[in-house]
């Protein structure tokens, strides 16, 4: 007896199509401007760093999770656990 394989919805599908063309986002360390030009790519830097850290700041889930895995605000790096928990929020940027 063969079982049925669940058909994505027409979400997971548009995201597939979209990714096709885009480059694969890579769970690595990110210094915090690399990942916030990433998000805002026509911000200048400092700009670009301080939206992303009111992003992460006004989502609690996320700041909290950041806080619990040992995330401190002074550090200029995202560890490769910091930027799984900011993708899993946010999304890919």
Known sequence: ??????????????????????????????????LALMYFPDSQPRTAVNHLMAWIRRCTPLWLKLRSIGYQPTSKVFTPREVRAIVEQLGEP
């Open 1 to 34: 007896m063969q079982s049925k394989a669940a058909k994505p919805s027409a979400q997971i599908l548009e995201k597939r199509k979209y990714n096709k063309n885009m480059e694969k986002f890579i769970i690595r360390p990110y210094t915090k401007k690399e």
